[in-house]
């Protein structure tokens, strides 16, 4: 057999993702004759099926199952040696963090201020990306290290979680359940996520805050809900940095507190990848216990456990 090539497991994951020749072909750039014949020969070449077709719908193999989950590492692995080897062939190569701004538990510039008391470390470079966007962005090799909020895609990364708060429930001034001290997920029926996503609909959506939305910054994001067009989950360390007259934050009975963790590739070998962890453990160890806030404040104190 020979071996297998990036771009026939490119075009496969592609399919694969869309379950649709049509639109992989779209969403590829190319035309649809051309990408049937890759596949059909990645199969001839592979002695197996990977696609059930019929009229009307196409599915993955057994095979194709198994093929999807090592393609996407695959890939994920020749981008990340791309991606490194440029990267340390820079003239002063720094260390690349990942996070999605304004998510970072407040702890951003302390952590930044301990890894920098070591006067031959470069400044860190802040790599910036959408809600969820950051494990990726270390397996692919564009980012060193990450802040992230767990649960998490975990595969191929370690971790070590910093600060566990509660998440409320961002929703307008003049929304009726605004004049509630506090609320559970039942309440929330009717009312939709940034994502679209039910608010109801319980760990399904609340477990990650933030998740999937088509708004692209906070600042949007609050502004609909201001409209009383959505409802967002925040955690308290967001409420808190985000006062806004139009905006009622609620704490949320049985919607689950969530993570900030810092987050680095398991193969990492890196100096100042081990310096960032153990400044942004030092910092997260010194932070307080949880206080709990007054029943009528909308601002809960984030904690550590």
Request: proline letters at 9%; charged letters at 20%.
């Amino acid at each position: 057999m020979n071996d297998l090539e990036a771009r026939q497991l490119r075009y496969f994951v592609a399919v694969a993702e869309e379950l649709h020749f049509g639109r992989a072909a779209a969403r590829l750039g190319m035309a649809q004759p051309p990408l049937s014949r890759t596949i059909r020969e990645l199969e001839r070449q592979l002695g197996v099926m990977l696609f059930e077709r019929t009229t009307r719908q196409v599915e993955l193999t057994a095979a194709g199952e198994v093929l999807l989950r090592d393609a996407r590492t695959a890939l994920e692995a020749i981008a990340a040696a791309a991606h490194r080897a440029r990267h340390a062939g820079s003239t002063s190569p720094r260390l690349r963090i990942a996070l999605k701004a304004d998510i970072d538990g407040g702890l951003l510039p302390r952590i930044l201020d301990a890894y920098s008391a070591d006067p031959a470390a470069l400044p860190p470079e802040l790599v910036l990306g959408g809600f969820g966007e950051q494990p990726q962005a270390l397996r692919d090799g564009r980012a060193d290290a990450a802040l992230v909020l767990c649960p998490m895609d975990d595969r191929g990364l370690d971790s070590e979680p910093l600060v566990t708060e509660p998440v409320l429930v961002a929703l307008a001034a003049t929304d009726p359940l605004a004049a509630r001290t506090q609320l559970c997920l039942a309440d929330l029926a009717g009312r939709k996520l940034p994502s679209g996503a039910p608010a109801d609909a319980g760990h399904a959506t609340a477990r990650r805050p933030g998740s999937a939305s088509p708004a692209s910054n906070l600042s949007e994001i609050f502004n609909l809900v201001e409209t009383g067009s959505i409802v967002f989950f925040a955690p308290a360390s967001v409420a808190r940095r985000n006062p806004r007259p139009g905006v009622a934050y609620r704490p949320v009975s049985d919607l689950p507190e969530c993570t900030l963790a810092i987050a680095w590739p398991q193969d990492a070998r890196s100096p100042a990848v081990a310096a960032l962890v153990r400044a942004a453990g030092a910092i997260a160890a010194g932070l307080p216990a949880r206080a709990e806030p007054p029943v009528e404040s909308t601002l809960p104190q984030g904690h550590r456990h």
